[in-house]
């Protein structure tokens, strides 16, 4: 059974920076579709960045390209989103997705192909 367990949220003043993780359980990580969305309040989820496991090709959504960085460390099964110069518009629930065995929709965030989601990390951007 695959579980996804964020962790690393926090609360922060515009500027700063945070490391999101995403450890990943059950056979998932080699050759997946892994990426991270988001959904702040009264807004739809939105996709943020994805990545290839097995070769590490990247998409990331407009508004944090140069500001977030998706990478994973295999042996440990966790995916990373480090996240630099924060803006109080990053501000939402943070979450983690996969797709096991199967590489990621070509520069789409669409969510219908991802079946495994975490519960979310809360991420809080001040001004």
């Known amino acids: 059974q695959v579980q996804l367990v964020e962790s690393g949220g926090d609360s922060v003043q515009a500027g700063g920076s945070l490391r999101l993780s995403c450890a990943a359980s059950?056979?998932?990580?080699?050759?997946?579709?892994m990426g991270w969305f988001r959904q702040a309040p009264g807004k739809e989820r939105e996709g943020v960045a994805t990545?290839?496991?097995?070769?590490?090709?990247?998409y990331y959504a407009d508004s944090v390209k140069g500001r977030f960085t998706i990478s994973q460390d295999n042996a440990k099964n966790t995916l990373y989103l480090q996240m630099i110069s924060l803006k109080p518009e990053d501000t939402a629930m943070y979450y983690c997705?996969?797709?096991?065995?199967?590489?990621?929709?070509?520069?789409?965030?669409?969510?219908?192909?991802?079946?495994?989601w975490g519960q979310g990390t809360q991420v809080t951007v001040s001004s």
């Open positions: 997705a996969a797709e096991p065995g199967t590489g990621c929709p070509w520069r789409s965030f669409d969510q219908r192909y991802f079946h495994h």
């Open positions: 059950g056979y998932i990580y080699s050759g997946s579709c």
């Open positions: 990545i290839f496991t097995s070769g590490g090709s990247t």
